[in-house]
C-alpha cells in the first residue's frame, strides 16, 4: 500500500519561506513521479511542481523561481521548499504521485495523495 505522510507547512508573513516534507512508503522511490498540488479556499486543486519519473521538473508559472522540489531517496522523502512566499500562496498542500486525474478536491482514486498541510501567508 502506497502511503505519504507529510509535515511542515504552517503560517508565515509574505517574503517568507517554509518547507514542506513528504515521506513515502510501498512504492519504489526513486522509479516514482512525485508531486505537489494545492487547493486554495474556493478554487480547484492544481498543480505546483512535478517531479516525472525521468527526473524533470516542472512548475507552475505562479510559483517558478520561488519554490524548488527535491527529493532525497535514501529517505524516501520529498521537499517543496517554498520562498518569497505570498498571500495569493495560501492553501492546502498535497503531497502526490501516481495522479493520472483529480477532479474539484485533491483526492480521489486516480493517484496516491498525502493528508494534505496547511500553508497561510499573510501580509
Known amino acids: 500500500e502506497v502511503r505519504l505522510v507529510q509535515s511542515g507547512g504552517g503560517s508565515v508573513q509574505a517574503g517568507g519561506s517554509l518547507r514542506l516534507s513528504c515521506t513515502a512508503s510501498?512504492?519504489?522511490?526513486?522509479?516514482?513521479?512525485m508531486a505537489w498540488y494545492r487547493q486554495a479556499p474556493g478554487s480547484q486543486c492544481e498543480p505546483v511542481s512535478i517531479?516525472?519519473?525521468?527526473?524533470?521538473?516542472s512548475y507552475a508559472d505562479s510559483v517558478k523561481g520561488r519554490f524548488a522540489l527535491s527529493q532525497d531517496n535514501a529517505k524516501t522523502t520529498v521537499y517543496l521548499q517554498m520562498n518569497s512566499l505570498k498571500p495569493e500562496d495560501t492553501a492546502m498542500y498535497y503531497c502526490?504521485?501516481?495522479?493520472?486525474?483529480?477532479?474539484?478536491?485533491?483526492?480521489?482514486?486516480?493517484?496516491?495523495w498525502g493528508q494534505g498541510t496547511q500553508v497561510t501567508v499573510s501580509l
Open positions: 510501498g512504492l519504489t522511490f526513486d522509479d516514482s513521479d
Open positions: 517531479r516525472e519519473r525521468d527526473g524533470r521538473t
Open positions: 502526490a504521485t501516481r495522479v493520472t486525474g483529480y477532479l474539484y478536491s485533491c483526492s480521489g482514486p486516480l493517484g496516491h
